[in-house]
């Protein structure tokens, strides 16, 4: 008894301590938001809720949507670029009324919903975009799509497209009951027996797959034929497991900015450069319960009903684990046709002793493991004294490498794919390099490689050194138009 009374002290001690590590952290954290770049009024929603009351419903149709997209952006249009009307153009804004990254300067706004229909339809597709991200990612996959003859479905997630604040209040289930009903009116297209594919990138592959898992377990919703997968988020870190922790001060205005895990200038016409760590808790979330699912799945040996799946993946990410794609989804397929393309680091870099090693230890145990039920494919160089690429292709059961030679290679100066370049080819406007051809206001996104001292950039200097397209975004294509045939 006495031992059990001291034992109890020592437990009483530890998680008091535990307690107080705790709570310091949050304050400290907290105090450091102070020092966070002021807020905007594009970081606060521009309703109590995009999703509220049509959330009720578990489906509603795509006009129904699109209504409630219009009042969003007519509230956008009042709530903040009216309110900036009569300021003066701050060229790299979004939410400046004509500069340069303004979402309206362009041919269509690429933040809105889109469809593409053929003059004869022989199929369809739902595309989803990620994360803080928009249907722009999404649309020259659309365009490939529909020059097949699909009817192309480009789907705007809520609370993207519009401004930051609104992903405080959204949750993947708003997202997934979107994606719900956009596959409904993607099917509702089609006659009998012509294909259904779905195409989801980063948190948007992560709703493709919890979909599917939900049409296969039963549920009274159209199964996709074939799925195709980009960067798809099926694994983030297990901070974001207490992303959420900031709710015990954030409701006091002082600590208002400690909602947001990043406040940034936001100079992408398509994409979110701030993000408020509400949205980081909704992928783990989604993650988790996909992971869940995928467990019980393979333990009652439902695999086998899993779509062919055609994924593409970068080695290093930044934003999602490039492991879990493997481990979660790919070492549970024993579906056929099923092929996970990876690509590789820059071999012929030459800045090897500037990165970390962690990604050559996972290229082996991806590699190195035999007879998968999946085709393997690594892009990678042909040697290490060159910049042209091939592909590795690893049959199903197979524990031996075809070589398929490639017409493409590395751009100079480039040592990495990243999560962000996957959908993106060389000639995107926006996120491809600079090119001559384009109005002389247009800036590229993709072309920025500032030089000069460090501490006086606004944006993290990572942001700007990021790829932001894919060099062989052409062979992406290529094996997609293999599928559709």
């Known amino acids: 008894m006495f031992m059990i009374n001291i034992l109890f002290k020592w437990l009483v001690r530890i998680f008091g301590t535990l307690i107080v590590i705790v709570i310091t952290i949050i304050l400290v954290r907290a105090f450091d938001s102070l020092r966070m770049a002021e807020l905007s009024n594009w970081h606060r929603p521009l309703t109590n809720s995009e999703f509220a009351t049509e959330a009720k419903q578990s489906f509603y149709s795509f006009h129904d949507y699109l209504k409630l997209e219009d009042r969003i952006f007519d509230e956008l249009h009042h709530r903040v670029y009216q309110s900036h009307h009569n300021q003066t153009v701050i060229p790299l804004s979004r939410y400046s009324k004509g500069s340069s990254v303004d979402p309206d300067n362009f041919t269509q706004n690429w933040n809105r919903s889109f469809e593409l229909v053929p003059d004869r339809i022989r199929g369809g597709v739902l595309m989803i975009h990620g994360l803080t991200d928009s249907p722009y990612s999404m649309r020259h996959l659309a365009k490939l799509y529909h020059s097949k003859g699909y009817y192309v479905l480009a789907l705007r997630m809520p609370g993207h497209g519009t401004v930051p604040g609104e992903l405080v209040q959204a949750t993947w289930e708003h997202w997934l009951t979107v994606t719900k009903m956009g596959v409904e009116h993607v099917h509702n297209q089609l006659k009998d027996n012509q294909p259904l594919h779905m195409v989801g990138y980063s948190n948007g592959g992560a709703l493709t797959v919890k979909y599917t898992l939900d049409a296969i377990e ?30 015990l001060l954030s409701w006091i205005p002082l600590f208002e900015k400690f909602k947001w895990l990043d406040i940034l200038p936001e100079y992408d016409p398509y994409k979110y450069n701030s993000f408020p760590k509400a949205a980081g808790k909704q992928t783990f979330l989604l993650t988790r319960e ?23 993946q970068s080695l290093v990410d930044a934003t999602v684990h490039t492991s879990a794609v493997v481990e979660r989804l790919y070492n549970r397929m024993i579906v056929k046709n099923s092929e996970l393309v990876l690509f590789d680091v820059n071999q012929l870099s030459r800045v090897d002793e500037f990165l970390s090693t962690g990604h050559n230890t996972l290229y082996q145990r991806i590699t190195e493991t035999i007879e998968t039920p999946y085709t393997l494919t690594v892009v990678t160089n042909e040697s290490k004294q060159s910049t042209r690429v091939v592909a590795r292709v690893r049959k199903p059961q197979s524990n031996t490498y075809d070589i ?53 950039l606004t944006v993290p200097i990572n942001m700007l050194m990021r790829l932001r397209y894919n060099p062989f975004y052409d062979y992406m294509e290529q094996r997609i138009v293999q599928i559709i045939e």
């Not at 039963?218 to 798809?232: C, E, H, I, M, N």
């Not at 869940?292 to 009903?305: A, G, I, P, S």
């Open 218 to 247: 039963g549920q009274a919703l159209p199964k996709p034929d074939r799925l195709v997968l980009l960067s798809p988020m099926l694994g983030v870190t297990l901070f974001s497991r207490f992303t959420d922790w900031h709710k």
């Open 290 to 312: 996909i992971n869940n699912q995928l467990v019980r799945f393979e333990k009652n040996t439902m695999m086998d009903q899993f779509p062919p799946t055609l994924t593409f």
């Open 404 to 456: 398929e030679a490639l017409e493409l290679a590395w751009p100079a100066k480039t040592y990495s794919l990243s999560h962000v370049a996957i959908p993106f080819p060389v000639n995107d406007e926006v996120y491809g390099p600079w090119r001559q051809d384009l109005p002389g206001d247009m800036i590229n996104l993709g072309s920025l490689t500032p030089r000069g001292e460090r501490g006086i």
